[in-house]
């Protein structure tokens, strides 16, 4: 058996699409990696993003979002940021990580002003399953652009 590789999501809130990441990565690619995720601002785990998950048979309900600092001494073989913001406050990182950005839309922002929550839920559906489509695809897409 090969060492599992770890790999960082980094988003803002780490309530949404980092929560989403480290749950598929642990799901489909365990054998291969140990996912964490982490926020540069953390939040509340976003409710619908459970939704979303658990829809795809994934509890993510007992997560908790976590902000960068407290993951302390942590190495980690790569550095995913899924959105803007954390790719511009992304904190050094050991020069043997490998650091990517994958951007992602944002769900909460997406389903903002939306008052029909089944279709504010279709927003957090497609990130949800891009962020599988990423995962699913991995390691090949471990690579800069």
Same mark, same amino acid.
């Given at each position: 058996?090969?060492?599992k590789?770890?790999?960082l999501? /980094?988003?803002t @809130?780490n309530?949404c699409?980092s !929560?989403?990441a480290?749950?598929?990565?642990?799901?489909?690619?365990?054998? !291969?990696?140990?996912?964490?995720?982490a @926020?540069v601002?953390?939040k509340?785990?976003d409710? +619908?993003?459970? +939704?979303a998950?658990? =829809?795809s048979?994934?509890?993510?309900?007992? !997560?908790?979002?976590?902000?960068?600092?407290? /993951?302390g001494?942590?190495?980690?073989?790569y550095v995913?940021?899924?959105?803007?913001?954390?790719?511009?406050s992304?904190?050094?990182?050991?020069?043997?990580?490998? /650091?990517?950005?994958? @951007?992602?839309?944002?769900?909460?922002?997406l389903?903002? @002003?939306?008052?029909?929550d089944e279709?504010?839920m279709? !927003?957090?559906?497609?990130?949800?399953?891009e962020? +599988?489509?990423?995962v699913e695809?991995?390691?090949?897409v471990?690579? =800069?652009e």
């Amino acid at each position: 058996m090969t060492e599992k590789h770890s790999i960082l999501y /980094l988003c803002t @809130g780490n309530s949404c699409r980092s !929560q989403m990441a480290e749950a598929w990565t642990n799901t489909f690619k365990g054998d !291969q990696f140990k996912a964490f995720s982490a @926020g540069v601002e953390p939040k509340k785990i976003d409710m +619908r993003a459970v +939704r979303a998950m658990a =829809e795809s048979g994934i509890d993510i309900s007992a !997560q908790k979002p976590k902000d960068i600092d407290s /993951l302390g001494d942590m190495e980690f073989d790569y550095v995913v940021t899924l959105c803007d913001n954390a790719r511009e406050s992304c904190p050094f990182f050991p020069a043997r990580i490998r /650091l990517l950005h994958r @951007g992602f839309d944002d769900p909460p922002v997406l389903a903002s @002003g939306i008052t029909d929550d089944e279709m504010a839920m279709e !927003q957090y559906r497609r990130v949800r399953d891009e962020i +599988r489509s990423f995962v699913e695809k991995m390691p090949e897409v471990l690579v =800069e652009e």
